[in-house]
């Protein structure tokens, strides 16, 4: 079955920057696009961003854009977010998930999540 | 960006009775070209992440009971639970995925009455 493993999170000043990987298995990892979504503590979804199948495409929530990078290795079934520039409200759950198709924008399948707190 | 309203905010059902849950885009999501409704329903339990529960606005994935059903077309959707059971307590997300950038309903609380 799909599986999808989070890591990376924990505690960071803002300013400074923080990479997520996500470790994905039980499905061919290069044929799906892959997204990030982001749930403050309390709060509801949002969207972080996306990233084709073959890498050749990257969408943004603008709340990231410019200071968050999607990216993924196939070989190694890898996807990651680098987060730079980081504010107190980036602080969230971070859920890798997955798209339903090489560039699908429905989201079928998501990790447990790893918590990023942003915070002096 | 296309914004995602749904109503109520909360709700409470007794076992066994109907859940009805609504969802408003400010943008129409039937796409011209291929017929389809952009749209996604989402569960999720405290403590675990979301999941999915219809798409295309009322194609149920392979799994969900058959008591959660979805409708609607172009602006307006609707979830519904038709006999309320126990384990369906949880926030119910709607989600367009007609254009990025992708976005969510801000949740539905569902609980027991």
């Known amino acids: 079955q799909v599986q999808l493993v989070e890591s990376g999170g924990g505690v960071v000043q803002p300013g400074r920057s923080l990479r997520l990987s996500c470790a994905a298995s039980g499905f061919t990892f290069s044929s799906n696009a892959m997204h990030w979504v982001r749930q403050a503590p309390g709060k509801g979804l949002e969207w972080v961003t996306l990233?084709?199948?073959?890498?050749?495409?990257?969408k943004y929530a603008d709340s990231v854009k410019g200071r968050f990078t999607i990216s993924r290795d196939n070989p190694k079934n890898t996807l990651y977010l680098q987060m730079n520039s980081l504010r107190a409200e980036d602080t969230a759950v971070y859920y890798c998930?997955?798209?339903?198709?090489?560039?699908?924008?429905?989201?079928?399948?998501w990790g447990q999540g790893t918590l990023v707190i942003v915070s002096s | 960006d296309i914004v995602m309203t749904q109503s109520p905010d909360s709700l409470a059902v007794s076992l066994g009775e109907r859940a009805t849950i609504n969802c408003k885009s400010s943008?129409?999501?039937?796409?011209?070209?291929?017929?389809?409704?952009?749209l996604a329903w989402y569960q999720q339990k405290p403590g675990q992440p979301p999941k999915l529960l219809i798409r295309?606005?009322?194609t149920r994935e392979s799994g969900v009971p058959d008591r959660f059903s979805g409708s609607g077309s172009g602006t307006d959707f609707t979830l519904i639970i038709s006999s309320l059971q126990a384990e369906d307590v949880a926030v119910y997300y709607c989600?367009?995925?007609?254009?990025?950038?992708?976005?969510f309903g801000q949740g539905t609380r569902l609980e027991i009455k």
């Open positions: 990233i084709w199948y073959d890498g050749t495409n990257e």
């Open positions: 943008q129409n999501i039937l796409s011209s070209s291929d017929n389809k409704n952009y």
């Open positions: 989600q367009q995925y007609y254009t990025a950038p992708i976005t």
């Open positions: 295309w606005a009322s």
């Open positions: 998930a997955r798209g339903a198709g090489s560039g699908s924008y429905i989201i079928d399948s």
